[in-house]
């Protein structure tokens, strides 16, 4: 698809980014994201910490909470929905590392 298309939308970067979390590619799907500057932070704060990027990850969540405060992973879970729970529970254990309050 990206071959075909010169000048992909911005979330196609974010997608092809989820997928690459989704089959271990961590360095290639934070690439991906960082192609998009609107990407959801939780995603590349979850990538992050799959390469070990603790510092930069408390940051991006410190930043997402001020502008989203109250926000817990509670209210992410329920409309996030992924083919596989096992990689869905790990996204979500990537956030819990991540410093992304649970309730």
């Known amino acids: 698809m990206l071959a075909r298309d010169p000048r992909p939308l911005p979330w196609t970067y974010t997608n092809l980014g989820r997928a690459y979390y989704a089959v271990g590619r961590y360095q290639e799907a934070l690439d991906a994201m960082a192609k998009n ?16 990027h603790l510092y930069e990850v408390r940051a991006i969540v410190a930043r997402f909470l001020e502008a989203k405060p109250g926000f817990t992973l509670a209210a992410d879970e329920a409309p996030f929905v ?4 096992p990689l869905s529970r790990a996204y979500f254990d990537d956030l819990r590392k991540a410093g992304v309050p649970e309730a």
Request: avoid cysteine; aromatic fraction near 10%; glycine fraction near 4%.
């Open 82 to 85: 992924l083919a596989q729970e």
């Open 37 to 52: 500057k609107d990407a959801w932070p939780l995603y590349l704060a979850a990538v992050r910490v799959r390469l070990g």
